[in-house]
């Protein structure tokens, strides 16, 4: 069965500090991997998305970025911290042979202080 | 603007009755609709998906249907327990660039009494 990994669960990270989420799926190959974040009261907000190795397409200009290493690892990063950062990210895969359900991870609190 | 709205107001509900959320969207032509649920602290939970060809989709105690015409869904959660008391969220699929991007609405927190 497939099972999707994240890690952290929670940071507590200063202003202008560097971040690294990751993400990895196991039992399942070529999928498709979103990162998402969830502010407090709000929507689930798509921030980036890859179809395979590489190929990564974001949805919202900002000072993140994602990196796919591996067939099964996502990663989310930023040089510095805003503030703004701060929420609940997700990471969720889908299967890129035409199923269209989405699996999400158990998430990363992220606190920006 | 493309838009998705569900109600933000908490839904009450006795237990035993039926849950009825709302999801209605705007200039987006969907290929398909999803719901799913999600717990504090947690990821959300696939549910059901129906396609715009499709009317309504049943599974054990849920049912969703789905009205192009009104730009609706309506999600029903029959006999509903404490154990259903949750965030419900609908997602849209669009197609860009040839992918499937989705996009969720806020979610409507259901709570079910005893």
């Known amino acids: 069965s497939q099972t999707i990994h994240q890690w952290p669960a929670t940071l507590v990270q200063p202003v202008g500090s560097p971040l690294s989420l990751e993400c990895t799926v196991e039992g399942t190959s070529n999928p498709n991997l979103y990162w998402y974040r969830q502010a407090a009261g709000r929507g689930l907000q798509l921030l980036f998305y890859s179809v395979g190795i590489g190929q990564i397409s974001s949805e919202v200009p900002q000072n993140l970025s994602a990196s796919r290493p591996q067939d099964r690892q996502f990663i989310l990063s930023s040089k510095k911290l805003l503030l703004s950062d701060s929420g609940f990210y997700l990471c969720a895969w889908s299967d890129g042979r035409g199923s269209y359900e989405q699996y999400f991870g158990p998430g990363t609190r992220l606190t920006v202080t | 603007s493309q838009k998705i709205e569900q109600n933000s107001e908490a839904l009450n509900i006795q237990e035993g009755k039926t849950a009825t959320l709302t999801c209605n969207y705007t200039?987006?032509?969907?290929?398909?609709l999803q719901w799913y649920r999600q717990d504090p602290g947690r990821g959300p939970v696939f549910l059901l998906l129906?396609?715009?060809?499709?009317k309504e989709k049943r599974k054990e105690r849920l049912k969703v249907t789905f009205d192009t015409t009104l730009k609706q869904s309506l999600f029903h959660i029959t006999a509903s327990q404490p154990a259903d008391s949750a965030t419900y969220l609908c997602a849209l699929k669009t197609v860009s660039g040839g992918s499937y991007i989705p996009t969720f609405g806020r979610g409507t927190s259901l709570i079910v009494h005893p």
């Open positions: 200039n987006y032509s969907p290929a398909y």
């Open positions: 129906i396609r715009e060809n499709e």
